[in-house]
């Protein structure tokens, strides 16, 4: 009888210290998994920001890599980057990753339009737990049926500067956890870091490429374009040509006018030049008055149909001062190589244009001449 009853006083303290140790044990557990999710989470941002580091800071590729890293660090197949374009005001797809790039590329978003254009706007993430609710707030703006999880978060630079988004989705509904929004922000602010320092450098590297006067090109970054220039044509048997532009009389003009009348006509020049040629042509200030262009995909026929278009151009024009030259009017003149046919040299190529060019200079300016090989002569 005392036995069991013993046995009876020591069962509720037994039972109630099991109970305790249970929740104990539920709630060791659950620190474990808060700690080992945060673990997760510092060490792909960790492995992000690591990777960002060692990114080039060349812009060409980085996008593409950018979207690669985010995949593998946050295992989503669907996301998209787009920056704000300040002169159009509306975000701009710049690389994506798993989705319709021929659709994405087309679409923009202005400030507080759909859900990119709210978190560009806000500064703030937005989540959409289920997409057939808000059909046209999403990456293809309606365009595209897709169900499931849409999540945006802003690319802040400096805490409130927003230069873009970053959109997420997941084919299941409520795909996206509160933690999930907070750790995909934190790694777009990392994001956002890199793409400025490479926006940085790039903006750098084009001054670098620039000449002060006119703004053009410099004859160091021609040469190195030229150069890949020449060697794709030889890689894929395509064809380009180059025109050695120089303005007739310039010197004579100097010695009237003075050198900041000169300068004035030499930035009035590039911009009537560069005015005339296509976006995927290169124009350069070789060198005092002299000027070259790259016309890649461009034969010689062509290329003299274009030289001659720049040559009106300028000789339709009117500067200031050139009353003062003979003739009383500033002209230019105009020397054509083209690739292979004069030379699948690149710099022999630039010395046969330079050469047609001082043929046009001898026989008095304001003409187009193109170096025809000797071989080739009639």
Known sequence: MREDARKSKRGPKRSGAISKLNKNHQGVTEVNRKLEEKLLELYTLYNVSKSLMSLSLQLD???EIVMKLIHESLL???????LFDQEKRELIVHASYGLDEKLINQITFKPGEGIPGRVAKSGKPMLINDISKKPNQHFYKGRKRITGSFLSVPLKIGGNNIIGVLSFRKPEKNAFSKRDVELFSSVAEHVAVAIETAQVYEQTRELTNKDPLTSLYNRRYFFERFEKEVERAHR???ILSILMVDLDHFKDFNDKNGHLKGD???KQTA???LSQIRTSDVLARFGGDEFIILLPETDRESAIIVADKLRSSI???SFDGEENVPGGKLTVTLGLGTYPQDSNDALLLINFADKA???GKNKGGNTVCSHIPQENKG
């Not at 989503?76 to 787009?82: A, Y």
């Open 264 to 266: 004035d006509v030499l």
């Open 357 to 359: 060019l001082y043929l």
């Open 315 to 317: 000789e339709e024009s």
């Open 76 to 82: 989503v197949d669907e996301h998209c980057l787009m």
């Open 236 to 238: 894929y048997r395509r």
């Open 61 to 63: 590729g980085h996008f």
């Open 271 to 273: 911009s009537i030049l």
